[in-house]
Structure formats: structure tokens, C-alpha cells
């Protein structure tokens, strides 16, 4: 993944890296040892020149699913990576979601999450209005919106091509809030973003769908070989 990974940067010259979570295995049991020797693992791994940006979203095996999430956990994954919610770069808009508190059950963590949301869909609107709101205006732009979970879909049958789920199990049915988001969390986020494009990771396969009256999404495939004989990513201009 290390060679993979450089030999990328080399090749590309990107100006901007994006990792859809689940930067770790095992980072929702780790012990603050533990933790610490993956995190020097990963920014040896992942090293990149300072003009390049590394922005990571965060995953369920980062913090653990909704039911193991907490805000040691939470805390401990923003120290080190720092997700910024809304990021502009080249006249484009990105928000980042932290898609695991997404459960709506108004937990603590996942009220605050909805709440910075809101503000973020405000200032978002604002963009296209002179004299709206405070602070650095925003491009005119709908925002590309970067999570781990996909939006909620029945499953993976309607994708094709290399980098989709082996056909056997493309019919298999998706668990709202384990596999996919639910119906409920999905049209909050198309409703309050407005997104230009979702992409989304979690699955481990490549999947493009265009939502009902809304955008498209792409779900990510795996980077790493113990999830895909085939690991990949996707190059954005």
C-alpha cells in the first residue's frame, strides 16, 4: 500500500488527497499505545510533499460504529487528522461528514454533528447571495460531499464493471445504518447540502448511482489488498 500509495503521488501530482475513512483496522479497540504506533504507521505510509493536502473523513473502524462511538474516541481521530467540515479549493466546495453519527437518534455526538451541518447548508446558501452572512464568502458552488457510509441504496445490483462487488453478491440486501446510511439520514443531506457529487467508501466496492432527482454517487473501492484482489481509487479533475 506504501509503494502503491507514493508511487501514485509520483505519477499524478495531485493537489489534493482525500481518504474515506477507516484509516485503521482496529482503531475503535485500540489503546492509546496502540493508537499511537497506527498513527506513526500511517503518516510513514501516507507521507506526502507539503504542497500536497491530505484530508481524511472518518470511518467506523476509526471510532467504531454508532453503538461504540464515543467522544474519546471522536476527540482522539481529530487531534491527529483534524477533519475540517468545509473545505474550498479552486472555486470547489467540499464538505466532510463524520457519516457514523448519522443515526438520528439525537445522540449527543450525532445532534452536534446535524448542528454544524445546518450551519455549514446556511453559509452554503449564503455563497449565492451578495451580502449574506459573515465571515470569508464561499464560492458560488454546490459542494462535493465526502463520507465513509453511502447514501442509503437497497444494495449494489444495479453496479457494473471492474471495480464493482463479485455479481454474487451484488443482490445482496443493504442494512440501513450498518452498510448504507438510512433513508431519513440520506435526504438530510441531500436536502440541507445540495451536493454537485457524493462520494462515499465503507462497501470496499466500486458502485455509480444517480440518486431520484438529485446527483450522482460514486462509492469508492478498497485501497487496501486485504479488502480487494484489486485495490483502487479514483482520480477527480
Same mark, same amino acid.
Given at each position: 500500500m506504501e509503494r502503491a500509495f507514493q508511487t501514485a503521488l509520483w505519477l499524478l501530482k495531485p493537489d489534493v488527497v482525500?481518504?474515506?475513512?477507516?484509516?485503521?483496522?482496529?482503531?475503535?479497540?485500540?489503546?492509546p499505545q496502540a493508537w499511537a504506533d497506527d498513527v506513526e504507521r500511517f503518516q510513514k505510509m501516507f507521507r506526502h510533499p507539503s504542497h500536497v493536502q491530505l484530508k481524511v473523513?472518518?470511518?467506523?473502524?476509526?471510532?467504531?460504529?454508532?453503538?461504540e462511538m464515543t467522544t474519546y474516541k471522536v476527540k482522539r481521530f481529530k487531534?491527529?487528522?483534524? %477533519?475540517?467540515?468545509?473545505? &474550498?479549493?479552486?472555486?470547489?466546495?467540499?464538505?466532510? /461528514?463524520? #457519516?457514523?453519527?448519522?443515526?438520528g437518534d439525537r445522540c449527543t455526538l450525532c445532534s452536534?454533528?446535524?448542528?454544524?451541518?445546518?450551519?455549514?447548508?446556511?453559509?452554503?446558501?449564503?455563497?449565492?447571495?451578495?451580502?449574506?452572512g459573515a465571515g470569508r464568502p464561499l464560492p458560488a458552488s454546490a459542494p462535493v460531499l465526502l463520507q465513509h457510509y453511502p447514501l442509503y441504496r437497497r444494495s449494489d445490483s444495479n453496479c457494473s464493471g471492474e471495480d464493482a462487488? %463479485?455479481?454474487?453478491?451484488? &443482490?445482496?440486501?443493504?442494512?440501513?445504518?450498518?452498510? /448504507?446510511? #438510512?433513508?431519513?439520514?440520506?435526504?438530510?443531506?441531500?436536502?440541507?447540502?445540495?451536493p454537485r457529487l457524493v462520494l462515499s467508501g465503507?462497501?470496499?466496492?466500486?458502485?455509480?448511482?444517480?440518486?431520484?432527482?438529485?446527483?450522482?454517487?460514486?462509492?469508492?473501492?478498497?485501497f487496501?489488498?486485504?479488502?480487494?484482489?484489486?485495490?483502487?481509487?479514483?482520480?477527480?479533475?
Amino acid at each position: 500500500m506504501e509503494r502503491a500509495f507514493q508511487t501514485a503521488l509520483w505519477l499524478l501530482k495531485p493537489d489534493v488527497v482525500f481518504i474515506l475513512g477507516d484509516v485503521f483496522d482496529e482503531g475503535k479497540w485500540s489503546s492509546p499505545q496502540a493508537w499511537a504506533d497506527d498513527v506513526e504507521r500511517f503518516q510513514k505510509m501516507f507521507r506526502h510533499p507539503s504542497h500536497v493536502q491530505l484530508k481524511v473523513v472518518v470511518g467506523n473502524h476509526d471510532i467504531g460504529f454508532h453503538y461504540e462511538m464515543t467522544t474519546y474516541k471522536v476527540k482522539r481521530f481529530k487531534k491527529v487528522f483534524n %477533519p475540517e467540515r468545509l473545505f &474550498s479549493w479552486k472555486g470547489v466546495n467540499f464538505v466532510m /461528514v463524520n #457519516s457514523v453519527t448519522m443515526e438520528g437518534d439525537r445522540c449527543t455526538l450525532c445532534s452536534k454533528e446535524e448542528a454544524e451541518l445546518l450551519a455549514i447548508s446556511h453559509r452554503l446558501n449564503c455563497s449565492w447571495e451578495v451580502g449574506c452572512g459573515a465571515g470569508r464568502p464561499l464560492p458560488a458552488s454546490a459542494p462535493v460531499l465526502l463520507q465513509h457510509y453511502p447514501l442509503y441504496r437497497r444494495s449494489d445490483s444495479n453496479c457494473s464493471g471492474e471495480d464493482a462487488a %463479485p455479481p454474487d453478491e451484488r &443482490s445482496t440486501p443493504f442494512q440501513e445504518r450498518y452498510d /448504507v446510511l #438510512s433513508r431519513e439520514a440520506s435526504q438530510k443531506l441531500l436536502w440541507w447540502l445540495r451536493p454537485r457529487l457524493v462520494l462515499s467508501g465503507h462497501t470496499h466496492s466500486g458502485c455509480e448511482v444517480l440518486h431520484a432527482g438529485g446527483p450522482p454517487e460514486l462509492s469508492v473501492p478498497s485501497f487496501s489488498w486485504r479488502n480487494r484482489n484489486n485495490p483502487s481509487f479514483i482520480m477527480v479533475t
